[in-house]
Each structure stands twice: as C-alpha cells, then as structure tokens.
C-alpha cells in the first residue's frame, strides 16, 4: 500500500525568503506526482504535476522535483509571499488513483 | 461559474440519520470522484466512478455508498450517520488518460 508523508505539517517563514516543502512515499511505481494547494474553505488547487519519467517541473516561481528511486518529490518556492500562505500536498499517481500526503500547513510572515 | 459544484457546503446533522452530498460537473470529464479528509489524515478515497455504469469502492468505503445519476453528478449518501463520519468532503473529476483531478469546494460535514 502505497504512503505518502509530509515533513513538517507546518512552516512559517518570513516573506521573501526561499523555501522548500518535501514529500516522501513508499511505493516508487508511480505514474506521476502532483502538488496542490489548499485555501481555507476552498478546494485544491493543482499547482504541478510531474510524469514520473521527468526530473522536475517549473512554474513562476515555483519548481517540483522528483527522485523516483529515493521516493522522495520537493516544492521549492521562491521569494516566497503572504499569497503563498497556504496547505500544499502532494499526492501521488498510481492505478489511476491519488494518494495524497498529510500536507504542510505554510505561513508567510509579512 | 464554477465547474465543479458541491452542495451543501455546510451540513450539521444526527447520528442515524441519512444524508446526502451532492457533486454536478460541467467539465464533460467522465471519471468522478469522492474524498473525505480528516486533520493530520490528509484526503482518503471513498468512491470513484470511471462512467455512468462503473462504481468502485475507495480506501474508506464502509458507511457510504454512492449514485452516479448522470455524467455530470455523483452524489454521496451516508446511510446512518455517525460522528466518526465528521469530516470535510471533497468531488473531484477527472478525464480518462489525463492524470490531473479537479475539485470541488468541499461540504464540510458535522455528525452529532
């Protein structure tokens, strides 16, 4: 059974500082890894999506990589901002199911 | 307009009784799906349905059982509540060969 965590459950930062959210499973045959975001009272919302034969994926200033053999996937955040302030999860792809992870609760301090 | 539509949003109900969630999607996706999430458990399958005629069971399927009435809805019933069921829902849908899923906004659910 495949089990996906997220280290930490949560993470304040100041505004404009780098960061990076981790994700780790257990399974490594995946067809690919997704990170969502989670506004209070909202849905989620697809942030990146990585096949499993790619390395990363880059959006603005966020980038998502992947390391199939290690069960390990980052989101590295850049110049981070009070908008940014959010749950991110990542979730994982196989037997066209997702399997999400715990998430990471993020805080920007302005 | 939002393409996925849940209601209610917000649902207090008693232990035994019934109830039900409702999800409409105007996305044309033929795959549907339920999720609860519970804090520090992050969001467990509960059904899914692939077309109209095809139901599968989720991770968490005990307690539930669920409608696909038409391409576009999926609704979600508990047949007897009980406080465990207190969670967050989630619809989401997706399109066969395209990994991504889609949500809803969530029903936020209370059992007492």
């Known amino acids: 059974k495949q089990e996906v965590t997220q280290i930490p459950a949560a993470l304040s930062v100041p505004e404009g500082e780098n960061l990076v959210l981790n994700c780790s499973f257990t399974d490594s045959a995946i067809y690919n890894l997704q990170w969502f975001r989670q506004d209070p009272g909202k849905g989620l919302t697809s942030l990146l999506l990585i096949q499993s034969s790619q390395r990363e994926q880059t959006s603005g200033r966020l980038n998502a990589s992947l390391d199939k053999s290690s069960g390990r996937s980052t989101l590295y955040i850049a110049a981070s901002q009070p908008g940014d302030s959010a749950t991110y999860l990542c979730?994982?792809?196989?037997?066209?199911?997702?399997?999400f992870g715990t998430g990471t609760r993020l805080t920007i301090i302005p | 307009d939002a393409d996925v539509t849940q209601t209610p949003r917000n649902r207090i109900t008693k232990t035994g009784k019934r109830i039900m969630l409702e999800c409409s999607q105007t996305?044309?996706?033929?795959?549907m799906y339920w999720y609860r999430q519970d804090p520090g458990l992050g969001l467990r399958l509960i059904y899914y349905?692939?077309?109209?005629?095809?139901?599968n069971k989720g991770e968490i399927s005990d307690g539930y059982s669920v409608s696909r009435q038409a391409q576009a809805k999926f609704s979600l019933s508990l047949e007897s509540a009980i406080p465990n069921q207190t969670a967050l829902y989630f619809c989401a849908t997706g399109l066969a060969g395209v990994e991504t899923q889609y949500f809803g906004p969530g029903t936020r659910l209370l059992v007492l």
């Open positions: 979730a994982v792809v196989g037997n066209e199911k997702l399997t």
């Open positions: 349905s692939f077309d109209v005629k095809d139901i």
């Open positions: 996305k044309g996706h033929d795959r």
